[in-house]
Each structure stands twice: as C-alpha cells, then as structure tokens.
C-alpha cells in the first residue's frame, strides 16, 4: 500500500476506534439479516473499497466458520418468514469487476460461500465506462467487467446469484421517471436474456433511494445502504440496508459489523464533506 493510503487506512481506522463505544451503544439485539457489500478484491488500487485478497480470504473464513452465511435470496425469505433464531448474513458484490471471477471467485468457491453480485449492464457491454470514482481507476489494475461467460460459470456452480445495479449506473435521484424506468427495464431484459435468470433483485447505484414506484414495477427487492441490519418487523423491501466493508475495517471492524456496530464514521465523513461543498 502507498504510504499516503497507509495513512488515510490508519486515520479512518482512528475515527473508527474512537467512535467504537456509541456506535456499538443501543445496537440491535433482536436477530435479522445483514446483507455485506463488496466492489473489488485484489485489484491494488490501495483504496477503501479494494480489499487484499488475504484481508478477503479471512473474512470468508470467518463468515463461514462463525456465521450463518446464506445466498440473499434465502436470507430475504426467511426474513419475510420472521423464522429467525440467529443472524444472517449475506455477501453482495456491486458494479461487477473482473475481480469477483479473478480473486474473489476462488475463495468463495473453495469455502462454499453464496453471494450475489449486482451488474450493471452497460459497463458489463461497453456502452457505460466503469461505475468508479474519477481518479480512483488511476492506481492498480484496470477497472474491467466480468464477462458473460465468467458470470455463467460462477452461477453454474449455484454458488452466485445475479441482481440489477440499472444499465449506467447513474444515480436515480438525478434521472427522469421516463429514464428511470428505461435503466430499470432494460437492465433486466439483458440480464434475462444474457443469462437466462428471471431477476429480482435490484441495488441503487451509489445506494441512492429513487423512483421506489418505478423499481417496484420491475424487481420484488430493492437493496440501498445504510449499514444496519435488516429485521422482519421492519422490513422494507424497496429499501434494504447494507453494510459496505472497507479496507481500513481490517478483522477488528469486521467483527464488530457482524455485532451490530453502527456505521457513525460514514456520516461523519458526509458531514465533513458537505462542509467542503
């Protein structure tokens, strides 16, 4: 890692610790789903949402060996059951980076871990350039798409689940209704007929909440993220809760995700950013 993001890492992880005792203060105690996103593994950029594949391999193994690790298609069913005696957890790839088949497919399949990635389908044909912050694609491997044939074998091993992340991953808020509907729609159709899978599951790009009506025509769940765990008397299906994971939450943070600590440090970080606009 450069040394400019060995310092950011260990001054996010600063913020983290110091907000550890009220973000892990009034958390939920009654057993529900977290859902984990993931966006690149092994690429090198040495950036928040790039984990090391060994940092990768040990949350896995720890997902496996301590918790009740589900495909999110079963988590969401036996949440809207209400038949929970115990956490569940679920995996979640966005944006669809060749990394998930590269690195991160190796993993899961050799522990026998689900998870499902959400793709969005321009990138995935090349009509959208990668969904990634400008300037962030200047380090590390090249941000490239899975390919079709990576996403059918991965889901012939029924190991992976396929979900919509829209055609351009624009964010919805900043889309007309007519267009909404156009991502919407047509993201499901190429991923129908590219794969053959009836898909339901939908994540907003950016976790931007938009056009709920719209989605809701389209696709049964749709998945945001605000880093709480999910509950069956709560349950919104057009607004799930995900918990993103970084690379400066090492084991440590982690674990204390999968305990219900609350994400503070994100707002934190929206707050200190909405003061620089």
Do not use: C
Not at 54 to 64: C, D, V, Y
């Amino acid at each position: 890692m450069r040394p400019r993001a060995f310092a950011v890492s260990w001054a996010k992880k600063g913020v983290k610790l110091a907000l550890l005792g009220p973000a892990m203060w009034g958390r939920e105690r009654e057993p529900g789903l977290f859902v984990l996103i993931y966006h690149r593994v092994g690429a090198g950029q040495g950036r928040e949402m790039d984990l090391p594949v060994r940092r990768f391999a040990s949350q896995m193994k720890a997902l496996r060996d301590g918790s009740d690790v589900v495909a999110l298609a079963e988590g969401l069913a036996r949440l809207e059951e209400g038949r929970l005696t115990r956490d569940l957890v679920a995996v979640t790839f966005d944006d669809g980076y060749r990394e998930v088949y590269t690195q991160a497919w190796p993993v899961m399949r050799d522990l026998q871990v689900p998870a499902s990635v959400f793709l969005p389908t321009g990138f995935m044909q090349g009509s959208s350039p990668a969904p990634i912050r400008e300037g962030a694609a200047a380090r590390g491997a090249e941000p490239l798409p899975l390919t079709w044939d990576q996403v059918g074998e991965m889901s012939s091993a029924g190991l992976l689940s396929i979900g919509s992340h829209s055609i351009s991953h624009t964010d919805y808020d900043l889309l007309s209704r007519d267009a909404a509907e156009d991502e919407s729609a047509g993201s499901r159709d190429v991923l129908r007929s590219r794969t053959g899978a009836d898909v339901d599951l939908f994540a907003y790009p950016r976790a931007v909440v938009a056009h709920e009506d719209v989605v809701a025509s389209h696709y049964r769940f749709a998945l945001a993220a605000d880093g709480t765990k999910n509950l069956p008397q709560s349950l919104s299906p057009l607004r799930l809760t995900r918990t993103p994971v970084r690379e400066s939450d090492g084991m440590f943070f982690f674990r204390r995700r999968l305990q219900g600590m609350r994400p503070m440090e994100d707002r934190l970080y929206a707050w200190l950013r909405g003061l620089r606009a």
